[in-house]
């Protein structure tokens, strides 16, 4: 137990650190509808001759 104590002391303001982010992430959270999905992934990219479909949509977190 001691240990783990003071793994948790020892990283206290690391953990800290990642639950504010965290926390900041989620209050800013904007998602994306299921239409802007369906877009997306239908969206042709123009590859020099080619033409492709775009396997995945970038969205900002």
Known sequence: ?????????KD????????NALQHQLANFKGITAEEVIECMCTPCNDGERVRKIKLCKVSI
Do not use: D, G, S
């Not at 137990?1 to 002391?9: F, T, V, W």
């Not at 206290?12 to 639950?19: G, I, K, L, N």
């Open 1 to 9: 137990m001691n240990r783990k104590l003071e793994a948790i002391l």
């Open 12 to 19: 206290y303001h690391q953990m800290v650190f990642e639950r």
